[in-house]
């Protein structure tokens, strides 16, 4: 295997990885200047609330990642329904809490051995008296014993314990039914809850929040905090984001790079996967892969299907998202162009397109600059 074809595979493998949970902790990381902001404000920011908010595929579990590493005595964890129950199972929440249930089983029981008693949950177990070691006494007895209500607010009360012991605490929210709220709105009451019961510690909260869902429903909670929108990269950040990760300058032209950059419009999992595509289709080609070969190799199939499903957030009906992704197709190709040479070139009315452009502008996927007179020019973002 030549060096050439090793550099291939080693960012073929760096490519395929996804998900911030799919990436190796030897993983290098692109710090952005949104990323130093950030943890300049975790820094200097008492008691700070900090919401990140950000597109599917930005990056925001990435970045808590990142975070937790950066941050000494910090806490990351994905948040669900059942989140508790989950840090609960936690080594250090979980060792502390059975230490503690088998201590108070063996102050109980010292109790009934000097009143010369035998506990009632011990009828099975009359050899033993005292010693609740954990081959004596399994662990269902030790919390009858105790009593489950007690056994459980220990348990709560040590994953609190860990949590007020924290400098920071990442919370990464999930992704929701964008049009059901209602998971939603109950999930964020039991954070707000858990924050206020965190409000007598020193810990700070950054809270990893879906853009899409944010912009539909905005939550009250959402009002106390720090909110810092995770913009999307440039195709100059990408580049030099897959300049310093993979410290490759052999296997894409300048120009390749460029462009698969630009096709991703800013998402860097939309990034990879191009890259990924890019090296499948070029097996057999030398290298470096060439402008013309990243063309042929990410279709407008891909680039359609692409968008398609990102419009979704905003375009309900599936004529309009088709719509929409002839007008961003054809800006992809074409700068500072009128309302009515789109509406020609994608065959549609000068009113649909004019009302398509509105949204697409409102959410940053093109810009809208004065011509002459009162003449309107779109460029893609």
Not at 71 to 78: A, H, M, R, V
Not at 110 to 122: D, T, W
Not at 230 to 242: H, I, M, P, R
Not at 321 to 340: P, T
């Amino acid at each position: 295997m030549s060096i050439v074809q090793e550099k291939a595979l080693k960012v073929y493998q760096w490519a395929s990885q996804l998900t911030a949970e799919s990436l190796s902790k030897e993983e290098k990381y692109y710090q952005t200047k949104f990323f130093k902001l950030l943890t300049f404000k975790i820094h200097n920011t008492p008691h700070a609330l900090i919401g990140i908010v950000g597109l599917q595929g930005s990056g925001k579990s990435r970045l808590l990642i990142e975070l937790q590493s950066l941050f000494k005595e910090s806490l990351y964890f994905k948040w669900s329904r059942d989140w508790l129950t989950e840090v609960q199972k936690w080594e250090w929440v979980y060792s502390k809490w059975m230490d503690a249930l088998y201590n108070e089983a063996d102050s109980i029981l010292e109790e009934y051995f000097q009143k010369g008693m035998h506990h009632p949950a011990l009828t099975k177990y009359k050899h033993v008296v005292r010693d609740t070691k954990k081959e004596n006494i399994p662990f269902a007895i030790v919390e009858k014993i105790v009593g489950k209500e007690t056994a459980n607010q220990t348990k709560q009360d040590f994953a609190m314990m860990l949590f007020q012991s924290s400098s920071v605490i990442l919370v990464d929210m999930p992704d929701y039914n964008k049009y059901n709220p209602s998971a939603f709105n109950l999930d964020f009451e039991e954070l707000q809850k858990f924050w206020s019961e965190l409000q007598s510690s020193n810990a700070k909260f950054v809270i990893a929040l879906q853009k899409e869902l944010i912009m539909k429903h905005p939550h009250f909670f959402i009002g106390k905090m720090d909110v810092m929108e995770l913009d999307l990269l440039t195709a100059d950040e990408l580049v030099e984001a897959y300049n310093a990760i993979t410290e490759d300058k052999e296997l894409f032209s300048p120009e390749a790079l460029r462009l698969i950059a630009e096709l991703s419009r800013g998402v860097f999992r939309r990034f990879k996967k191009y890259i990924r595509i890019t090296i499948e289709q070029t097996l057999k080609e030398k290298i470096p892969i060439q402008l013309t070969q990243v063309k042929s190799a990410i279709t407008d199939k891909i680039l359609f299907a692409d968008l398609e499903l990102e419009l979704t957030d905003i375009l309900k009906d599936r004529a309009k998202r088709i719509e929409a992704v002839k007008i961003l197709s054809f800006l992809r190709d074409n700068k500072n162009v009128n309302i009515k040479t789109i509406s020609e070139a994608v065959n549609l009315t000068e009113t649909i397109v004019q009302k398509l452009i509105r949204t697409l502008q409102t959410y940053n996927y093109v810009t809208v600059t004065r011509g002459k007179g009162k003449e309107s020019l779109i460029t893609l973002c």
